[in-house]
């Protein structure tokens, strides 16, 4: 069992940092293909933000932060600037509980709800990189 963890130890840091980096690669890239989901949810949260040019500028931040990720790129700084990401993204949920839970009310939540809740663990991954310096380059 404890070859396991021995494997786990070296293996998790750097699957957390390409995992991460995988995601915000994705989401930004997404941004640049269709920028209007993300400017429907920004007006119904924080709507002088709601414009198509913030969110390719949110996009051109998560696909650099996910090319910084992969290439090892100063990791301390990165997680910090990705943590910030999701903390704007989690700002949206706490503000919109009309996004987060819709007509059901808590606890229940949307469809955007749950998309915008799990970046409470993106949230926390990004600064395990940003706490740890980025260890684990597998």
């Known amino acids: ?6 494997v786990t ?3 998790a840091p750097g699957l957390l940092r390409w995992s991460l980096a995988l995601v915000l690669l994705w989401i930004g890239g997404l941004k640049f293909a269709d920028p209007a989901p993300v400017v429907g949810l920004l007006e119904a949260s924080l709507s002088f933000l709601a ?10 931040f998560e696909v650099v932060t996910a090319v910084c ?3 090892g790129v100063a990791l ?14 989690l700002v949206i949920f ?5 996004v987060s839970y819709g007509d059901a009310g808590f606890p229940r939540l949307t469809l955007a709800g ?16 940003s706490a740890s310096g980025g260890d684990g380059a597998s």
Do not use: N
């Not at 069992?1 to 021995?6: N, P, Q, T």
């Not at 414009?51 to 051109?60: A, M, S, T």
């Not at 700084?77 to 993204?89: N, R």
């Open 9 to 11: 130890d070296r293996l």
């Open 51 to 60: 414009f198509p040019g913030f969110v390719y500028v949110l996009g051109v």
């Open 69 to 71: 990720l992969l290439g």
């Open 1 to 6: 069992m404890e070859r396991l963890f021995e």
């Open 76 to 89: 301390r700084w990165v997680g910090l600037l990705a943590a910030g990401l999701f903390v704007g993204t």
């Open 114 to 129: 749950e998309f915008l809740l799990k970046d409470t663990v993106l949230l926390s991954a990004a600064l395990a990189i």
């Open 94 to 98: 706490v503000i919109a509980p009309g």
